[in-house]
């Protein structure tokens, strides 16, 4: 097929120039996957280069498998063992080819810890060491994990840098010497191997002739040097990102990569991907205006082809209240004009805003899903079943051995697990070896269901092996017997899983586990999260980023609650107006504004006054909405009054303050407003004729 002939001009630019460094800065709906796979396609097939000898990279897994199947589509060829994944499945893959070069205790089949495996860990440390109940160990958890990803980490308080110290050496200790490796070392250890051994890079240097970074604006420092070991030789490094959909500080990532992208490849050629796919003229313009006030980016206008429908919306309510209820009218207006729930998105800046939308959309009973929620695979009776597998596998796998050994209960107390960790420590052999060196038959019994279930992986299909496992476990018996339907859904579910598993991966059942395995410890939320057919999604910014809607509230708009009262720096803001940018470019048709002067939060009535983001929309309000209950439809009424009766203030209005600054009038009559000022002066009585006070 013609793999240029439905691109525009800068799309193609993108495609064609594939010599050298090039950065590709994508807008928002402007197609960046699309000129990725086309890359690809055409380098492939146009250039007769070896599909293996091309690596892409992205942030999940969801985006590696889109474009497989897109490469796929385009070229009819087998993409399954193509470099195409995570940067994290990437380190993973090279990381058990070369394990005999990572030296100490390390081998190619070790562990992929997630979340809560390497919690345990921590507390687990914390009971050896006897740290006390005035730190928790998810802090420190959190603390390691910031070392690993952030540049500047920094903690001030002496007794938890203690701490920290403490844990760290022995969580890095128990990781070594249990072979396996959390998220965050997979690419320090990888960029390790790579510094460390010359030969092995020159390898991978030499096997890479074409690299694909996505979403380059959300690396972190790591993933920076990774990506720059592997292209740094013959520089045909290709990366496509938004400067302005850098939302994830927080987690490490860093925009200055984009600025020391080319500072480190001088002969990068910049393309800029500005014609936007997916909202209307109307919505694209609030983005650019709002965008265009930063100053630390690469400038690009979006624009679109698409004729304009309706104009977004803008009110400032009188307090939350009003405001949920006008989301909800909107949402019934909208379904008489054809609109479906899966239509709508509510979205903010802090979670806690949901509450007062999910009180509306209950009471209506209208269906909707907090997006983000507990993911299929993080569920406990999951997690468990996917431990007795991992250890059938691999009976040195300690993690998985501790989480199950007792789960359903087998009267295996502490004092025997103690008693079995020392010998283990002892003799530096597997927890589940230990067992051999102690007389408990409940110990007995586990060790042999595991060696017989070890057996017989490979001797019956897996839907059947997978029966036998849960049964010898007594693992379903103890769910019946304590009446937990949820969760036996939940483990027959699993059955899909595997029977997806046997689609995907070659051999036999044993092979088709360990790839199965491998990319469950790979898994992360944002992979597990699916659309439901039916309900309003409520979300907040960071979730919503790479989705779309044909309607999208933005609530909440109000200083001090967006951009966030945390947002103390230059930089703090910037990225705060990155995220609002995120928000408006999820709107494909409609998108309403709404923030409310009062808002009940932490149990009191707070005021406040709109988000500076709105001025820069440059939006004025709309004649405020009046509601009947009766049919719950909107009736719109202005309120008209004689120019007699006006007062010099309003509830409402604006006012600037020689002494105070600006606030928010919160009450008023003819002698007396009261104005709701930032902090530190909160709420002032004023004379309204007073000549410090000027109407804004």
């Not at 109000?558 to 945390?566: C, Q």
Request: aromatic share 10%.
């Amino acid at each position: 097929m013609d793999l240029l002939k439905d691109l525009n001009d800068a799309q193609k630019e993108a495609v064609l120039q594939t010599e050298g460094p090039v950065m590709v800065m994508a807008g928002a709906g402007s197609g960046k996957t699309r000129v990725l796979t086309r890359r690809i396609a055409y380098i492939i097939e146009q250039m007769g280069v070896s599909p293996y000898s091309v690596l892409a990279v992205t942030f999940t897994n969801k985006a590696a498998l889109e474009m497989k199947e897109r490469i796929a589509n385009l070229l009819g060829i087998d993409t399954k063992f193509m470099w195409v994944s995570t940067f994290h499945s990437f380190c993973a893959r090279v990381l058990r080819a070369e394990a005999a070069h990572l030296g100490l205790t390390y081998t190619s089949n070790f562990q992929i810890l997630d979340d809560e495996d390497s919690l345990k860990i921590v507390k687990k440390i914390f009971k050896k060491l006897d740290i006390g109940d005035d730190i928790k160990p998810q802090t420190i958890r959190t603390d390691i994990s910031k070392s690993k990803n952030l540049a500047d980490f920094n903690i001030e308080d002496p007794y938890r840098l203690k701490i920290f110290n403490k844990v760290k050496t022995e969580y890095d200790k128990y990781l070594c010497e249990n072979n396996a490796f959390d998220f965050d070392d997979l690419l320090i250890k990888t960029v390790e191997l790579f510094k460390n051994n010359a030969d092995i890079l020159n390898k991978y240097q030499d096997k890479f002739n074409y690299i694909l970074v996505d979403e380059f604006q959300d690396t972190n420092k790591i993933q920076f040097d990774l990506i720059y070991l592997l292209a740094m030789n013959n520089q045909n490094i290709f990366v496509v990102g938004d400067e302005d959909q850098s939302i994830y500080s927080f987690r490490g990532a860093l925009v200055s990569n984009i600025a020391k992208f080319k500072n480190v490849f001088p002969l990068t050629k910049l393309v800029l991907l500005e014609e936007n796919y997916r909202s209307t003229k109307a919505i694209l313009d609030l983005a650019n205006k709002v965008i265009k006030n930063n100053n630390a980016r690469i400038g690009k206008v979006l624009f679109t082809k698409q004729i304009d429908s309706v104009r977004p919306y803008y009110q400032m309510f009188d307090d939350n209240k009003e405001e949920a209820d006008f989301v909800l009218n909107k949402i019934l207006e909208l379904r008489e004009k054809g609109y479906e729930y899966k239509d709508f998105a509510i979205m903010y800046r802090a979670n806690y805003i949901s509450r007062n939308f999910e009180d509306v959309l209950i009471k209506a009973k209208i269906p909707y899903v907090i997006y983000g929620g507990f993911s299929f695979f993080s569920r406990k009776e999951v997690k468990d079943v996917v431990a007795y597998l991992r250890l059938i596998l691999n009976q040195n796998d300690n993690i998985s051995f501790l989480r199950i050994v007792n789960e359903p209960k087998r009267k295996i107390g502490s004092t025997t697990l103690e008693k079995l960790d020392y010998i283990s420590n002892q003799n530096k052999i597997s927890l589940f070896e230990a067992i051999n060196y102690i007389n408990n038959n409940s110990l007995n019994s586990f060790r042999d269901m595991i060696l017989s279930l070890a057996k017989s992986v490979n001797e019956v299909p897996l839907g059947d092996f997978y029966d036998l496992v849960l049964d010898k476990s007594n693992y379903l018996k103890s769910l019946k017997d304590n009446d937990e339907e949820e969760r036996i859904e939940n483990i027959n579910e699993f059955r899909s899983v595997l029977k997806e598993a046997l689609d995907t991966y070659k051999g036999n059942n044993e092979a088709v586990l360990a790839g199965l395995l491998q990319d469950l410890s790979l898994r992360t939320d944002t992979d597990n999260k699916k659309d439901s057919d039916e309900v309003i999604k409520l979300m907040s910014f960071h979730q919503a980023k790479g989705l779309e809607f044909k309607v999208v509230f933005m609530v909440a708009m109000e200083e001090g609650i967006f951009p966030s009262v945390n947002a103390f720096s230059n930089e703090d803001l910037e990225e705060e107006r990155r995220i609002c940018y995120v928000g408006i470019t999820r709107a494909r048709e409609r998108l309403y504004i709404t923030a409310a002067k009062k808002r009940f939060m932490y149990g009191r009535d707070d005021f406040h006054m709109p988000s500076r983001f709105i001025k820069e929309m440059e939006l004025l309000p709309k004649i405020k909405p009046r509601y009947t209950n009766q049919n719950k439809t909107l009736v719109y009424k202005a309120n008209i009054k004689d120019k007699k009766d006006e007062l010099p203030f309003k509830v409402g209005d604006e006012i600037s303050h020689d002494v105070f600054g600006k606030g928010l009038v919160v009450e008023a009559n003819k002698d007396i407003i009261k104005v709701a000022f930032m902090i530190p002066y909160g709420i002032k009585t004023l004379n309204p004729n007073h000549k410090a006070i000027k109407k804004l």
